[in-house]
């Protein structure tokens, strides 16, 4: 039975990330793994690393933010056909009652959802990594900006989890990939992972 592997790549934008990560899991297929590729088709776009990578900050436009989806997908097909990997993206996987929950939570006060946890996963506090690298801050009192920018990076990470849920449970991975799995989202797919029996790698 071949060994199945499930990769999180919701930045292919960062080509210098997206590409190198592509080519070892060529070699991974090529040695008779089955690799499927999971990434993002804009469902992230309220805040992700492909943004912080491109210097699209906070505040940006709808249209910023935007053009750094644009590029993502186009940089996702181009790694598809390039690698032929199987590729799926998140939004596949979750529905749009899903969505509802998670948006009517992030209206929690911030001090609740510091402490949430799915299934004993801390995604309140995994969430709060990009927020320090951003802001420099490392205390806990938020003021409203970065109390929004806070909430942006959960709801990225919810979804994640969320999708990856059903996706481990439907295509049963021996293995999951993700690069660098100290961002909020991955880091929280990779908790899932290993909770769910999963063995989870970062590169």
């Known amino acids: 039975m071949k060994l199945r592997i499930l990769v999180y790549d919701p930045h292919s934008s960062i080509w210098q990330l997206a590409f190198p990560e592509a080519l070892l899991v060529e070699q991974l297929a ?8 999971v990434g993002c088709q804009g469902l992230l776009v309220a805040r992700c690393t492909s943004q912080e990578a491109h210097n699209v900050g906070k505040n940006a ?15 996702q097909a181009s790694l598809s056909a ?21 948006d009517n939570l992030l209206d929690s006060p911030v001090e609740r959802l ?3 946890k ?6 309140g506090r995994f969430a709060l990594y990009e927020g320090i690298l951003s802001s420099k801050q490392t205390s806990q009192d ?32 021996d293995a999951l990939i993700t690069y660098n799995s100290l ?6 797919v990779a908790a899932l992972a290993e909770a769910s029996s999963v063995k989870a790698y970062s590169l």
Not at 183 to 188: D, E, G, V
């Open 30 to 37: 090529h040695r008779g793994a089955q690799v499927h590729m």
């Open 61 to 75: 436009s709808p249209l910023e933010k935007e053009q750094v989806c644009r590029d993502c997908r186009k940089k």
């Open 82 to 102: 390039e690698f032929s990997f199987e590729y799926s993206s998140i939004e596949e996987y979750i529905s749009s009652a899903e969505l509802e929950e998670i």
């Open 114 to 116: 510091l402490d949430y």
């Open 118 to 123: 799915v299934d004993s996963i801390p995604v």
């Open 142 to 173: 938020f003021d409203e900006p970065l109390a929004r920018l806070y909430r942006s990076w959960l709801r990225g990470s919810l979804i994640s989890l969320a999708a990856f849920q059903r996706k481990i449970r439907d295509w049963s991975p």
């Open 183 to 188: 961002y909020a989202a991955n880091r929280s």
